[in-house]
Structure formats: C-alpha cells, structure tokens
C-alpha cells in the first residue's frame, strides 16, 4: 500500500488560494447581491448546448435533462453520480473495479467493462472535448456552469460512441466583476470522515481579458471497514486546480482557455465476495449482499493523474459563429485491486494505464436566411493508450511475496478518427420546422496486444516496454450518421417534435485478454453496433412557471457489443468481447417541475424501457447452445422502472434570510449485470433530505444534508468467480461496495 501521508492536497490547495487572494486584493470587491429563493432558481430555464448553439432546454427539440450552477448548488450535486438515481432511465454508475472509470447506461444501452479500449455507449464531454477513455470520468466535479444529459443517440452532431447518449459538462467562466466563494464539508456516516474544501475566485483583469482559479481538495480517511484489519477503508486524498482565462479583443472574438490539473490517490476498491448467482460461496468470507461487510487481505490502491487542456474560440461572421474547439488531455493511472475478495492471498491484479489524446472541431453555427439555419464542421480526434495488467494468483501456496502463478500482459492502442458533419433546420412556417443531420465519420484503431495467458510466470510490462505481442492487427470503419425530423410549435408554450436518427459505436479490440481460444474468443476485431433511434416527444410550460417533459422513443440495437464476463479456473475471470445479439429497447419517460405555492416546488420523473432480444449469436447463458435460453435473458443494466419525486420549501426567517427544506426519493429496478444473467445489480431505493440557511444578502450559506438514510447497498459490478481456482477453492463474487448512508455539514462564504 502506497504512504498516503506524503500527499497532502490541502497544503498545495491553501498556498494556492492564499497566494491568488493576496495578489487580487486590491481589487477584489464584495459582491452585493439580492437573494434568490431556491425555489425560484430550480424553476429558470436553463440554457443548454445540446445543438451546438445556446438554446432553452424547453426550445431544443432533443430529450435533455440540464441544470445550471445555481441548481447543481442546491441539489448537492458533487459528482456526476449523484445523478445517477433520479433521471428517468439513466444509471450514471462507477463500475468500481478500478474507481472512477463510467459505466453509464441511458435507456439501456450500456457497457460493464473496465478495459480502456471499449469505448461507451455514453460519451461524456467537458467543455465540448470528447473523453476518449471511461477512465478517470467518475470523479468529483466543481464550479460548473451546467451538465445537460442527452438521451438517446447523438451521432450527428457529438459523433463517435453515443448510442446511448452523451454527457456535457461545461465550467463557468469568470463573472463581470471579481467575485469569489470557497465552500467547506464534512460528512460522516461511515468508519472515518470526509472533508471537502473548494472555492473560486476571478473576474476582469482589463477590458479584454478576464481571469478566475478554481480549487478543489477532498480528504476522505474511510468509509469502510476491513474486517480483516479492522481498519477503516476507502481513503483517498484528492487535489484539482483549474484556472481559466477569457480574452476578447473585440466584441466578435472571444478565445477562453482552460487547464485542468488532477492529482488522486487512495485505496483498491471496497471488494465484497457473496453468493454467485449460480449459488457457490467463499467458505472464509461470504457476506450478505445488502450489507457493506467485507474483508479483504490487500487493501490496493490507485493513483490518476491528469493534464487536461482546452481552449474554445468564438468568432461571430454576420449572422453566424465560427467556433473552434481544441481539447489534450494526457491521463496517468496505476492501481492494485484484491479480486477474490478474500482475506486470502488468491487473486490479485495490479493495472497501469497511460492515455494521451488530442481532438480539434471547427465548426459554423448560423443563419443562411430567414428560414434556414446550419450547423457544419469537421472533427479529429485521436487517442493513444498503453496498458498494463498483472494478474498474481494463488499466492495462499506459495513462499511469502511469491505467487503459484503470474499472467502478465495488455496492449497499445491507437486510434485516429475523422468526421465530417452538417445539420440544417429549414422553417416551413412560422411554427414547423424540419430538422436534418448527416455526419460522415472514418476511423482507423491499430492494437499490439500482449495475452495474459502466453505470458505464463514471465513477468513483463505494456508500459515499461518490455511485454511480447503475440498478436498485431489495424482495422477501419466508415459509416453514416443521419437524421431526420420535425419540430412544431403548438403556441407560445408548447412543442411537440420527433426524428429518426442513427447512430454508431465503433469496432475494436480487447486489451485484456485472458482466453486460450484466442481463436473464438481472441482480442478481435469486433464490428461496430449500431442504433436506429424512433422519438416522439412534448414540451409544455405551464402558467405558474412549471414545465412538463415527455417522450416515446423505439430503439433497434444492431450486432450488440458486449463483454462477457466469465468464471475461469486458471485466469480467475475471462472477458470476451462480440457482437452478441440484435435487441429492441422502447420506453416512455416523462419529467415535472411544478410548484404548488409561491415556496413550495414539486419535481417528479418517471422512466420505464421494455428491452428484449431478438436474436442472438453468442452463447450467452453458456450452457452449450445458442438457442431460446439465450433469447429469453434480460439485457445487462437495462433497470426496467426508474422514477423519483422531491420536494423543496423556501421558508423566511424574519430578517435574516431563509432556510430552504429538500426531501427526495428516486428509485431504480434491479438490472442483470452479467449477460448470463447470474450476476445483478441491487434495486435501489435513495432517500435524500437536506436544509440550507441563506443570509439575507447572499454572502453565506450552512447547510445540513442526508443521502442515502436507508442505507441501500449499491455495488458497481457483479462478477462470477470460479468454484476453482487451480486446486484452491474460491466461489462467490468480486463485487465493489458503494458508500451506503451519508450525513454531511456544509458551509459556504459568497465574497
């Protein structure tokens, strides 16, 4: 286990915040300003840029889910799973094998693989740059503008690897005076606490140029306990800075840039080993899946560090923008995970990741006349990533620090990618709109991938340089990205819109290789999955100021991409990527915001999908056949019902300011999580409630919050492991705890 101790985030985060405050002093001025109910904040229409243009989230004919920083402020929205229960059919979950890394499923389109080369089902975007690689995604977020969430597939205008959907996060840029804030935390409800120290401060430097400092630290010293140390578990220190400036030269230019450094460190995932869906234990450590008991021999760690820059440049050309986008970000990763889940020494795997990508977009936005309106421009993007894993087992008959068996191996890859694209929104009158899309995209992926199973007591790093491949292959795809649809305005109020569109994940390789059939069951090539995508959906304001969201969607899924995760005695786990199946998706999901007083604010969701295969070319259930038993499984992290419904109520306190009451309650169906289906993902039922005093003039705030109050058990993955493992006998699972309940306090200081 790496010393914690030698990193110490909030001395670095203190020197940075003392140095900025005192250099800015002499012009740093209090911001003033009147405040804002919450009640009255959660009911503005946020802005979004779901089309590559600025537009109400109740004018963008896309089904979207978006809230702006003063939102995200009051919902306690410091990750992007915090959102992972509560939007109708949308399951944002850490796969927790290796923290941080997405498994994001929307409308049951997902993925439960913790190998760099898959790419998503569920592209997530900072800033408009694409994040080539699901890790290091899952972490803590801070001083956003927004995040809007798109359902459903994006092809056209975000391209590559959004047949499920695509996440935009966008930061917030300095404001027009200098203003600061720096917020405190600290919660409990576990072993040990978790503290939170983050702020920002920044504003106009001259007439042209604005700047502003984002700081965030989170020291959390264990929420687990380790029943084999009896140790409180889940550490993690983490520093990120983020500074930004904006430059406008003229009132047609503006160029912003942003860098992000990241820097985390803490303990392997929290590893419980329980029953298997196919009813074999661990006779040293079996615990009940609804607990947060476990105990483990290696308590792992992991460490990212991450570069992220970008730079976005605006120039408005007559009735248009010009915009180009530009995104490095060059990500470092090395983390040890105890995968038996045993306080024996059986299964350990140590991983090692370098990813460095670069992406440009240039694209105009504008109209070519009264009636016409075109988006267009060319994307490249590419991604080059080593990875290494070490697998150590059976070290329970073997010499202290020597293993029965090693497997060593992983893979380069590299992938270069070209698009082209267009969108035209043509007014056949002043309330009908037809919309149409088209992208092009090319793409080129080259793996050398060294099996974990050649490499057999013959230690050896991908990273390092010193790994044999034993297999080489480059492979490229071409392909189509259309729509077509409508929009009509049914009054002032009210739209009604609906499009077909298509989209397209893309071919690839399996880094992880673990198989011996390296024939049938080899690093690939896999084909590429596609998405035909039929909605029809509404949007309505109502008088008081509260909106209604609604939409059907059909979704036919083509040569499904999927990792099978299978039991192996010799390598622990095998996972074998194919195009498994064709399936069908359809659902409904529908969204409220409705106050029912002048301080009292109602908002409810609901999601339902039915997803169903209907055909499959993979023995899925492994039972020897392809046949109806195939058929008739339930499709991996596709919950069939999620629904939510809060509350929040502004109440006045004389003078001083107000308190402000939040109760909510989301819920998720249980999801398959293996595609044989043994393997599960619990139902959650979240219970949230918090209430936040605001002083009259804005400049403070105190919080007390819950999250999770009945304490449901979640866990990131499911995985099967063998009966045997060699001659030891193992069974059960390797299944990564989730935090349970949490109590927080939180206070904030407006300068």
Known sequence: MRDLKRFNPKAKITTLVVAGILSSASSFTYAQEESQSATSLLLEEVVVTARKREESIMDVPIAVSAFNSDQLEILKVRDIQSLSVGLPNVAFDDIGTT???????????????????????????IDGVYLGTNAGVVFDVFDLDSIEVLRGPQGTLFGRNVTGGAVLLNSKAPGEEFEGKIKASIEGGGEDTNQYLMGSFGGPISD?????????????????????????????????VRPMIVWTPSDSVSVTAIYDYFDSEGDGPASQNHVSGSETSNG???????????????????????????????????????????????????????????????????????AEQISNELRYSGEISDKLQLTTGVYYFKNELKYNENRRLLGLVAPPGIFGLTQDGGGEYDVKTLGVF?????????????????????????????????NLNAPCSVVAGNCPFDFQDEESWSNLSPKIGFTHDMGD????????????????????????????????????????NLELGYKTTFANGGRLTAAVFYNQIDDMQREINLADPISGVVQVIRNTADATITGIEVDVLMPLSDNLLLNASMGYIDPEYDSVRFDLNGDGAVNGADLNLDLPRAANL?????????????????????????????????????????????????IDFRSENGRWDFGLYGKNLTDEVKHGGDTQLPSLLGPIPLGGTFSPLAKGRIYGAEVTFNF
């Open 99 to 125: 923290r941080g890394v997405a498994n994001f499923s929307i409308r049951g389109l997902g993925i439960n693989s913790s190998i760099p080369s898959i790419d998503p089902t569920v592209g997530t975007f």
């Open 208 to 240: 042209t140029l604005a700047a502003k400092i984002s700081f965030y630290s989170n020291q959390d010293d264990g929420y687990f306990l380790n029943q084999f140390s009896g140790e409180a578990f889940g550490k993690q220190d983490t520093v990120s």
């Open 284 to 354: 040293v450590a079996n615990f009940d899946r609804d607990s947060l008991d476990f105990s483990i021999d290696n308590d792992g760690f992991l460490t990212t560090k991450s570069d992220f820059f970008r730079t976005t440049t605006e120039i408005e050309v007559g009735n248009g923008t010009i915009t180009n986008v530009f995104g490095y970000r060059d990500l470092e990763q090395t983390g040890s995970l105890d995968v038996d889940a045993t306080p024996l020494d059986l299964f350990n795997s140590l991983t090692a990741l370098d």
């Open 422 to 454: 267009a969108t035209l929104d043509y007014s056949m009158s002043d309330r009908t709109t037809l919309n149409f899309g088209l992208r092009y995209t090319d793409e080129e992926k080259s793996a050398n991938i060294a099996s974990l199973i050649r």
């Open 493 to 532: 109020t009210s739209l009604v819109y609906g499009h077909w569109t298509r989209g397209f994940r893309s071919g690839g390789y399996n880094l992880r290789n673990t198989a011996i059939d390296t024939v049938n069951f080899g690093p690939g090539p896999f084909d590429e999955e596609t998405v035909e």
């Open 642 to 690: 999620t629904y939510a419904v809060g509350l929040t109520l502004d109440t006045a306190i004389g003078a001083w300011g107000t308190a402000t009451s939040r109760l909510s309650y989301a819920f998720r169906d249980e999801s398959a999580y293996t595609d044989n289906n043994l393997g599960f993902i619990n139902e959650q039922g979240i219970l949230d409630f918090g």
